[in-house]
């Protein structure tokens, strides 16, 4: 039966566990439903249709009959409100689970819909009541059918939350129907419904095990319909966690992102308690560095006092401590006196070895062990060899890096190995690109013509990206072009008490005499400053457009824009923000990459470290990208690197459609390097490593696309 009742029937046995469970369900003659005067729970009576509901199979003779009731308003669907407890969990009492509950809007259910969930109680009572094992096999096979043959009817209730709850009250009153069958609803809700207070109090009251499989969700993943658990948000998690201090099971799924959900007197609290492992908190904080992304300076202050505090002294390993360090790069070394090194290595050297990663700007230690965090220090502090071979290495920040995915550097290992010289630079924008490129070409000598030159043999852009793109910092997000609407600005005038221009003008017009009066052009083109008419008039400003002008241009357009009404306070704020989105980005934009060419060699290599970088339509079909591929609509960011850096003896290598990890790089006998491959994961889950799927050689384009389906992706 699953993860089901087990071990409470074991030791109740069924009659008396059913008599244990006191369910919206209380007898064959009751039900539990909504009292129209208090609002709360009541007993009522059982009415005949509701002991024999009408399945799928009835459905048509119903049809007409249960259409008038529902345009009589006869069939108004409620929330019927479920337990806020968890009672007997493998003979543990849990009691009192709180949520915060809301009245969403309710939403229809369909004939359909009810028509469907009519017959799976059905299904699910001839379950409930099948106690010898061979009947119950056959109404279990027979319940597995009729959810599966109905899946389209299955998306659409759990796309609708209140008729997810009426599935829970099914599951309600038939306790000992195994409940993952809610699973197959789970997987096809939405966050926001699957997160929302009432429904996660519903579910939990229903499925008192499901509390024990509660796993954290991250943002935008999905989740499994096989693995029996019930995904949460951080911030969900820290609601319930925040309204049940007191609940053991609860703490046991707090994580370092239940401590960045946690108020910090709850989780002082829970550590008096004895709730939370101090070093277990800090050991997943040093696994998974990059879930500090959004670290507020209140818990972050939390951290360093409980590692201060801690009762019993924290023992990292070097490249740990290191982490750490990076969390609090302003702290004393004297703040992590309570924090004592595996393994025997020497804290005074690692607390060196950080002081020299914050000099030169490397702050993942995450990303290698100290002995090859040494190497990499000592070839960015002293002049390279000129006889020796040149790689540089552009990472992202960790900021940059959502899910440390940039934590795989075996590939720097191997060129360090293969004795290449790396330069290892970790970059937030493209700005700061042309330095890492002129520093290493002049072996790390800022006066170029004060010692010897060596030109870059191997480049590897790291970063997550796209076909088109390899993001190097934290994208915020932001428009593109502004767009601006009259009725926006009269409703902000009017609340905020301003007044507007003269009706005769008009807002737009203003602001479009001004945008002239300050040199921007018009054109009828996407690309420029636009006045534009739909349901009502609209300003259209493309912001690469204005990043063209001078900052003093600007300054002084912002102002005049501004003067002229403060909602134009936006297109400051939203300049901005794009300017950092567009500097956080290398695209196929960015022709001034081309000013590196002069430092790579002119058999130089460059390795793109991004996921879909590579990734190029096969237009002909013939399993080969070709010169015939080459159009526009296909060009990506290798394209952009064959065009920015061009020379006929070199290579660049793009990842295939996925990418599950880092390069490997493929060494020849004297140390030059053959191809290089991606890893991806195929159907199996294991790991297997494909040649770059496209690269470029001089004119030629070449690469295999996959025989095989695409790589299996996993958030599919």
Sequence with gaps: MSRFWCTVINALGA?????????????????TGLSPQTGRAQIVPRQASQMESPTLEDAEENTARAQQKQNNNDDTQTNQILRDQLNFINGTQ?????????????????????????????????VQNA????????????????????????????????????????LGRNPEVDVNYINDFLARMSPEDRNSPEFVSAILSVDRILIEFIRYQEDGEKINTWDGCFYLTGETLGKLIRQNPENPVLWLKFSFNGFKNCPPEITRAAIASGHISVSALVNEAMASPHLTQNFDPEHKMLLLEIIKNSEQPLKLSGKDYLVLRSFFPEEPVESLANVSIRYGENKDYLDTLFQRCQNTGINCAERFDPQTLEKLLLFREQPLDHDKPVALVITPLRIGDHNGAFQDSQYIADLL???YQVCYYEIGAETEIPAAFANTYSCNNPAVDAGATRKID??????????????????????KTARIFEGFIEKYNRASGQQ????????????????????????????????KYVDEPFLQLNYAELDKYSPEARTKLFADLELLSPFFVRVRADFAAWLAYDRSLVDTSDKELADCDQYLSETGIIVANSCFNGYKLDINGDGVIDEQDNTPENRNIIDAFYEWFSGAERRFYGAPDVQYGAPQINFAEDNSINDVSYTYADLALSQKFQKGAYYRNGSVIRGEMPVSPPPFIASE
């Design 15 to 31: 009659k008396s566990f059913a008599a244990a469970m006191p369910l919206t369900r209380t007898d064959n003659d009751q039900t």
């Design 500 to 531: 507007n221009p003269p009706a005769s003008a008009g807002v737009l017009q203003s602001a479009r005499q001004i945008l002239l009066d300050n040199g921007l052009t018009l054109d009828s083109g996407d690309s420029n400053l636009q006045l």
């Design 94 to 126: 849990i009691t009192g689970l709180k949520i915060n509950k809301s009245a969403p809007p309710a939403r229809e259910i369909t004939f359909k819909q009810r028509a469907f969930l009519t017959g799976l109680e059905r299904k699910m009572n001839r």
């Design 131 to 170: 106690w010898f094992d061979f009947t119950r096999h056959n109404h279990e096979v027979a319940l597995r059918k009729f959810i599966n043959n109905n899946i389209d009817l299955i998306d659409a209730i759990a796309a609708n939350k209140d008729a997810m709850l009426e599935v829970l009250q099914i």
């Design 417 to 419: 190995a293969h004795d």
């Design 458 to 479: 191997v480049v590897v852009f790291g970063g997550h990206g796209t076909k088109n793109s390899i993001q190097l910092g934290n994208i915020p997000s932001a428009p």
